[in-house]
């Protein structure tokens, strides 16, 4: 992670930005392909563009950040290509690890870890116990992760309990509800950013965005820099935020 340490520039408000940021990292093949280059070279480069965001964010203030960056669906990728991001998030843990640990960042993963390669289970759980105390930023990786089979799990979750009689129905809230979530204890993302000019959540945090503000934008991952990000925390603090209540 080592990079410059920036201040956060003057146009922002440092008392309306977003607390947390979630990033749906799309383009990465397609800015690959219009350089001639194979697509795993976008995810190169997409890596390194996600981890300059995560330290934008923290230099910043801003106090979380999630980045989708493997779906339930994305195993419908070539294999050679979905084995290279499996690699490519070991190694990353491997070679950031201790960096992240010197600077603060609680990394966490959400989704369904059970079927990853077991060398990256085994890092993804070193990874998380290494850092959990740290409190300079929470980076959260989505993995295998699909909201709808997160809710599916809730679901179940919540039906077993009452199989067992242990809550009635009528007992069944919100509350209860985000109990059994991946993201349960975290807060939801105040803005999603997505990129490549694609205008859709892709079955990602489903429940969570229920009144997160959504920033699209043309840029392809891989050119996603801090000035991009400039502009979409400008267009965040231009809006009006009202969570289902009329306009003062």
Not at 84 to 111: A, C, N, P, W
Not at 192 to 214: C, D, H
Not at 228 to 245: E, M, T, V
Request: glycine letters at 4%; a neutral charge; hydrophobic letters at 40%.
């Amino acid at each position: 992670m080592n990079s410059i340490q920036s201040e956060l520039p003057t146009a922002l408000d440092p008392q309306k930005l977003p607390k947390h940021i979630a990033v749906i990292m799309d383009g990465n093949g397609r800015w690959a392909t219009k350089k001639g280059l194979p697509r795993v070279a976008g995810h190169r480069q997409g890596a390194k563009v996600l981890k300059e965001l995560l330290r934008c964010c923290k230099d910043w203030g801003i106090e979380a950040l999630t980045a989708y960056a493997f779906s339930t669906e994305n195993w419908r990728r070539p294999i050679q290509e979905v084995d290279f991001l499996m690699l490519l998030f070991e190694r990353l843990l491997q070679r950031e690890l201790t960096q992240m640990q010197k600077e603060g960042v609680r990394i966490s993963f959400i989704g369904d870890l059970s079927v990853l390669p077991q060398s990256l289970q085994r890092e993804i759980e070193r990874a998380m116990a290494y850092t959990i105390h740290n409190t300079a930023i929470h980076f959260t990786v989505a993995v295998n992760y699909g909201s709808r089979k997160e809710i599916a799990q809730v679901c179940r979750q919540i039906a077993l309990q009452i199989q067992q009689q242990e809550i009635e129905i009528d007992e069944i809230n919100e509350n209860s509800i985000e109990k059994y979530l991946y993201t349960a204890g975290t807060s939801h993302p105040d803005l999603l950013i997505r990129t490549s000019g694609e205008m859709r959540l892709s079955n990602f945090l489903l429940w969570q965005m229920a009144y997160t503000e959504i920033y699209f934008t043309d840029i392809l991952w891989p050119d996603f820099d801090r000035s991009a990000f400039h502009q979409a925390l400008l267009a965040y603090q231009n809006r009006d935020r009202r969570f289902g209540q009329i306009a003062s």
